[in-house]
Structures are given as C-alpha cells and as structure tokens.
C-alpha cells in the first residue's frame, strides 16, 4: 500500500532553517510527483510546491521562493522540504503527499510539525 | 494566482441533513477541482478530483459537481463521521491553491 512517512517534529529558532523528510514506499518512487503543504495552528492548507521524482525540476509558490529547497534522494525514494529563514509565522504542520492522476494530492503523510520559537 | 472562495466557512447540520458547500474560482479553471476531507490532528483526505470524480474508496454519498469558476461538494445524507473541515483546491495551474475551507459541525 502506499505509505508516506515523514520525520518527527522539529524545533528551531528564527533565523534557522528545517529540513523535513518525507519516505514513500508501496508505488513505483520514478512515476510520481511530491507536493508540499503546511497548515498553522489553526488554519487552513497552504501549498507551497511540487518536486519531479529524480529532484530535477521544482515549482515553488511565489511566498517561498528563495527560501525553500525541495530535493529527492531515489536511492531512498525520500523526498525533503528544506526552510531557511526561520520566522515564528512558520510554526506549522508540514505534509507530503503524492501527486497523483491531474496533480491531486492522493496520498498524504502525516506531517510534521515545525515550531520557530525563541 | 487563482483565489478560491468557499462558502460558509463554517456550517451547523444534524445527521441526516443534505450538506452543499460551494467554491468559486476567480477565474475559469475548467473542471480542474479537487475537494478534500480533513479531521482534526489528521492529514488531509481525497474525496473527489476533477470536479465529479470520487477517489476510490470515498462513499457514494459525497457528491461533486461544477465547472469553470463554481463548483459544488454535496453530501446527500451527512453521517456522524462526516463532522470535518473540508477544502476545496485548484489544480489548473501553478500555484495550486486551497480555498479557505468548510467547517461542518453536529446541530
């Protein structure tokens, strides 16, 4: 079955920078896509970009361009989702999930929560 | 970036109840629309993609429908497991945003 399982919860100070990862298995790793969402405490879903499977190409959202770095590692089939910069508003909960038929996100992991605080 | 409004954000039903929530694009985005399910403490669950289509697996009771900016997730008999936020999401172009979400919560 497929599975995405990701690293345990992260806390940092502002300024510093998260990497989180993100393992699939149950599928063939080369045929598909990973998002990236976050939701803070509270809120709604927030997507933030998607990363080809051999880590080539990315598309992120405008709000994280210079500050996040998607890559994959296919010897793994792990997928991380580097953040720099560190502010408290990006205390949050991160998810993978797998880009399926038309993009939609099919299956999820089950996050990882960041938190930014001094 | 295509904004996506979804309508109400929160919602008071009884089981039983038919349940219709709505999501309006600011723009045509076809029928390029997949609406989620999420529980609190939980990751984000697929219900339907490109507008109508059920994800394998997710009852017959939801419903979606719609195209180019308005678009439909219905539940015809709301279940108690049904209690949920649900959100909408556009996938016709990069970035692929999610609308503010739907609260449904028991009577």
């Known amino acids: 079955q497929v599975q995405l399982v990701q690293s345990g919860a992260e806390v940092r100070k502002p300024g510093a920078s998260v990497k989180v990862s993100c393992k699939a298995s149950g599928y063939t790793f080369s045929t598909y896509h990973i998002h990236w969402v976050r939701q803070a405490p509270g809120q709604g879903l927030e997507w933030m970009g998607i990363?080809?499977?051999?880590?080539?190409?990315?598309t992120y959202a405008q709000k994280f361009r210079g500050r996040v770095s998607m890559t994959t590692d296919t010897s793994t089939t792990t997928v991380y989702m580097e953040l720099s910069s560190l502010r408290s508003d990006d205390t949050a909960v991160y998810f993978c999930a797998r880009a399926g038929l038309y993009n939609v996100a099919d299956y999820w992991g089950q996050g990882t929560l960041v938190t930014a605080s001094t | 970036d295509i904004q996506l409004t979804q309508s109400p954000s929160f919602l008071s039903a009884s089981v039983g109840d038919r349940v219709e929530i709505t999501c309006r694009a600011s723009?045509?985005?076809?029928?390029?629309l997949a609406w989620y399910q999420q529980k609190p403490g939980k990751a984000p669950k697929l219900l339907i993609y490109a507008a109508s289509i059920l994800q394998s697996g997710v009852p017959s009771r939801f419903s979606g429908s719609g195209s180019r900016t308005d678009f439909t997730l219905t539940i015809s008999s709301l279940q108690p497991e049904d209690f949920a936020t649900y959100y909408c999401q556009h996938l016709n172009s990069f970035p692929l945003t999610f609308g503010g979400g739907t609260k449904v919560e028991i009577k």
């Open positions: 990363i080809n499977p051999s880590g080539d190409s990315t």
């Open positions: 723009q045509d985005i076809s029928s390029s």
